[in-house]
C-alpha cells in the first residue's frame, strides 16, 4: 500500500515518524512524506532518499485577534489545495497524521476522498491541531494512556512514542566515549535541550558549573544553535571535561555512555530515554502549550523514573545537589533506569503499523 505520513515541522513529529516510515516500508508498502518548508525537515530527509517526499505550507494557530490569523487562513488553504493536488497525483491508501497544524490538511484531504486517517498523539496532554484534527481521523494512536480521555468520541490505541531505528540497540560505552575523547571511568553527564536547544537548560549549567567542578563528572552538552562556544568555555575554566555541540546527529552515542541525563520533557526526547533506560532529571519548557512538558515528566516522575524541577524555581544549587546526589547513589538511578524502561512499550512503530494494516487492508 502507499502510505502518506504528515510529520514535518519539529524533530518531535519528524523523527517519530520516519521510525514508521521505515517500519512500513520493511513490510513492504511505499511512502509518501508530507513535509513542512523548515530546514529540519529538509536536514533529516537528506538522510532518506529513499523516500519520496512532499512539501507542505508551514502553519503555526495565533490568536484568533491577531492579526496573523488572516495569514494563518491564508496559508491554511493554501496548504488544502497543495494537499489535493499531491493526493490526485499519488493515491495515497492511508494517512498518518504525527502532529502539527502542517499535518491538518492530509486529515481533512482524507476525509474528503474516504480514505482511512490516523492521528498520532506522543504527548499526555494533546495538541490543539490534534485535539481538532480527531473528528476526521479513523483511530487516535497514543504514546501515553493518560491522554485517552482527551478524544472520547474516537477508538483510541496506546502504542508509544517512536524512536528512530538508529537507535534499537545501546552501543559499546567505552567507545563512544573515546569518539568524544571522554573519560570511561568517570560518571557522564548528559544535557539536552531536544531537537531546538533550551536556553533556559543551558542558563541553568552555566551558573551550576563551578559547584560541579569537586565531582568526578564529565558533561556532553548538546546546547541548541546559541550557546555552544559559551558552555564549552564555561567547562574548560571549570576544569570539567565536555564535549558541546550546538546538535549531535547520533544521539545513539550520547545516549549510550550516559549515567544521568538532564533534559525538556517533549515525548519524544522521553522515549528514548525509555528505550535506553535513562535516568532523569527533567526541566519542562515552561510555555509548552497547555504545560503539556510538565505533564509528560510527572508520567516519569509517577513512575520513579525521573525527577522534575520547575525552571521558574531552580536555582544553579538545587540543580548541582540534586545532580551530586543522584551521581553519588548508584543503586537509586538503577532502579530509576529500570523504571524508565517500562513507562513506554519499546514496540511503538510495530505497534502503530499493525493498526495501519488493519484497517487500511
Same mark, same amino acid.
Request: hydrophobic share 45%; with cysteine.
Given at each position: 500500500?502507499?502510505i502518506a505520513?504528515a510529520c514535518?515541522?519539529?524533530?518531535?513529529?519528524? #523523527?517519530?515518524?520516519l521510525?514508521?516510515?521505515q517500519?512500513l516500508?520493511e513490510?513492504? $508498502?511505499e511512502?509518501?512524506l508530507?513535509?513542512?518548508?523548515?530546514e529540519?525537515?529538509?536536514? &533529516?530527509?537528506?538522510?532518506?532518499?529513499?523516500?519520496?517526499?512532499?512539501? +507542505?505550507?508551514?502553519?503555526?494557530?495565533?490568536?484568533?485577534?491577531?492579526?496573523a490569523? !488572516?495569514?494563518?487562513?491564508q496559508?491554511?488553504?493554501?496548504s488544502?489545495?497543495r494537499c489535493?493536488?499531491?493526493f490526485?497525483?499519488?493515491?495515497p491508501? @492511508?494517512? +498518518?497524521?504525527?502532529?502539527?497544524? =502542517?499535518?491538518?490538511?492530509?486529515?481533512?484531504?482524507?476525509?474528503?476522498v474516504?480514505?482511512?486517517?490516523?492521528i498520532?498523539e506522543?504527548?499526555?496532554?494533546?495538541?490543539?491541531?490534534?485535539?481538532?484534527?480527531?473528528r476526521f481521523?479513523?483511530?487516535?494512536l497514543?504514546? #501515553?494512556?493518560e491522554?485517552?480521555s482527551y478524544f472520547?468520541? =474516537?477508538?483510541? !490505541?496506546?502504542?508509544?512514542?517512536?524512536?528512530?531505528?538508529s537507535?534499537t540497540?545501546p552501543?559499546?560505552?567505552?567507545q563512544?566515549?573515546? =569518539?568524544?575523547r571522554?573519560d570511561?571511568s568517570r560518571?557522564?553527564?548528559?544535557?539536552?535541550?531536544g531537537?531546538?536547544g @533550551?536556553s533556559?537548560?543551558?542558563q541553568? +549549567?552555566?551558573?551550576?558549573?563551578?559547584?560541579?567542578r /569537586?565531582? /568526578?563528572?564529565?558533561?556532553? %552538552? +548538546?546546547?541548541?544553535e546559541?550557546?555552544?562556544?559559551?558552555?564549552?568555555?564555561n567547562?574548560?575554566?571549570?576544569?570539567?571535561?565536555?564535549y558541546?555541540?550546538?546538535? %549531535? $546527529? $547520533?544521539m545513539?552515542? &550520547?545516549?549510550s555512555?550516559?549515567?544521568?541525563v !538532564?533534559?525538556r520533557a517533549?515525548a519524544s526526547?522521553?522515549?528514548? #530515554?525509555s528505550?535506553?533506560g535513562?535516568?532523569?532529571?527533567? !526541566?519542562p519548557?515552561?510555555?509548552?502549550?497547555?504545560? /503539556?512538558q510538565?505533564? *509528560?515528566?510527572?508520567?516519569?516522575v509517577?513512575?520513579g523514573?525521573?525527577?522534575m524541577?520547575?525552571e521558574?524555581?531552580?536555582?544553579?544549587e538545587?540543580?548541582?545537589?540534586?545532580?551530586?546526589?543522584l551521581?553519588?547513589?548508584?543503586?537509586r538511578?538503577?532502579?530509576?533506569?529500570?523504571?524508565a524502561? *517500562?513507562?513506554f512499550? /519499546?514496540?511503538?512503530a510495530?505497534?502503530?503499523v &499493525?493498526?495501519?494494516?488493519?484497517?487500511a487492508?
Amino acid at each position: 500500500m502507499r502510505i502518506a505520513i504528515a510529520c514535518g515541522g519539529s524533530g518531535g513529529h519528524l #523523527f517519530p515518524g520516519l521510525a514508521v516510515a521505515q517500519a512500513l516500508s520493511e513490510r513492504g $508498502h511505499e511512502i509518501l512524506l508530507l513535509v513542512s518548508e523548515k530546514e529540519i525537515d529538509a536536514t &533529516a530527509l537528506r538522510a532518506h532518499p529513499e523516500f519520496r517526499s512532499e512539501k +507542505l505550507p508551514s502553519i503555526g494557530l495565533p490568536t484568533v485577534l491577531s492579526p496573523a490569523f !488572516i495569514r494563518f487562513l491564508q496559508r491554511a488553504w493554501e496548504s488544502f489545495s497543495r494537499c489535493r493536488v499531491i493526493f490526485r497525483r499519488h493515491r495515497p491508501l @492511508a494517512v +498518518l497524521s504525527m502532529g502539527g497544524f =502542517t499535518s491538518t490538511a492530509p486529515l481533512i484531504v482524507a476525509k474528503l476522498v474516504g480514505i482511512p486517517s490516523f492521528i498520532h498523539e506522543s504527548n499526555s496532554i494533546p495538541g490543539r491541531a490534534n485535539r481538532w484534527g480527531a473528528r476526521f481521523a479513523s483511530r487516535i494512536l497514543l504514546g #501515553f494512556s493518560e491522554c485517552r480521555s482527551y478524544f472520547p468520541k =474516537t477508538e483510541c !490505541i496506546v502504542t508509544g512514542t517512536p524512536v528512530r531505528t538508529s537507535m534499537t540497540m545501546p552501543l559499546n560505552r567505552e567507545q563512544v566515549l573515546e =569518539t568524544f575523547r571522554l573519560d570511561p571511568s568517570r560518571k557522564t553527564l548528559l544535557v539536552t535541550g531536544g531537537s531546538q536547544g @533550551a536556553s533556559g537548560i543551558n542558563q541553568l +549549567l552555566f551558573r551550576a558549573a563551578p559547584l560541579l567542578r /569537586h565531582l /568526578h563528572v564529565q558533561v556532553i %552538552h +548538546l546546547t541548541g544553535e546559541r550557546d555552544d562556544r559559551l558552555a564549552a568555555a564555561n567547562y574548560l575554566r571549570e576544569n570539567i571535561p565536555a564535549y558541546v555541540v550546538p546538535f %549531535h $546527529h $547520533h544521539m545513539e552515542e &550520547a545516549l549510550s555512555c550516559a549515567d544521568l541525563v !538532564i533534559s525538556r520533557a517533549g515525548a519524544s526526547s522521553l522515549s528514548e #530515554f525509555s528505550h535506553f533506560g535513562l535516568p532523569s532529571i527533567l !526541566i519542562p519548557y515552561p510555555f509548552a502549550t497547555d504545560n /503539556h512538558q510538565q505533564s *509528560n515528566a510527572s508520567v516519569f516522575v509517577r513512575a520513579g523514573a525521573a525527577e522534575m524541577l520547575l525552571e521558574s524555581e531552580t536555582t544553579p544549587e538545587i540543580l548541582s545537589r540534586l545532580i551530586a546526589n543522584l551521581l553519588d547513589d548508584d543503586r537509586r538511578r538503577k532502579n530509576m533506569a529500570i523504571q524508565a524502561k *517500562n513507562v513506554f512499550p /519499546h514496540d511503538a512503530a510495530q505497534r502503530i503499523v &499493525a493498526a495501519i494494516e488493519e484497517i487500511a487492508k
